[in-house]
């Protein structure tokens, strides 16, 4: 039978490979000119709160369904997780996941936007990645 510790990593990755879905679909970019720039945004959210949700399950901290990035680092950090100032800065994703989702009375994103958004998403994609790495390592 499978140990607890396997499952939870089992699960952690299926979420990982979630969050990189979200980021392959991100860094594609525009590539119609009917794809806009909030969506792509929401895929960069996505791959954020997809990559820290899964280090959550890593160190079995429980999360209720929310798209609210701050939330989940604060859960992180309440776990003891140590959460780097650069990784600090993707809170802002949060906006994409919800007021710029579907049409409304918002500022229209613009590539600026994306770009910034994309950058964020990569940065806490490779952290939670390192993370999730030095984990194993430490329990092999």
Known sequence: MEEPSMKRQQRANEWLQRAKSNMARARAGRVSSAILYEDLCYDAQQAAEKGLKSLCILHEILFPRTHDIAY?????????????????????LTGYAVETRYPGDYEPVNEEDYLNALALAEKVLVWVESRISECAKGAG
């Open 72 to 92: 989940l680092m604060e859960l992180l950090i309440r776990g003891s997780v140590l959460i780097p100032e650069d990784i600090n800065k993707a809170r802002i």
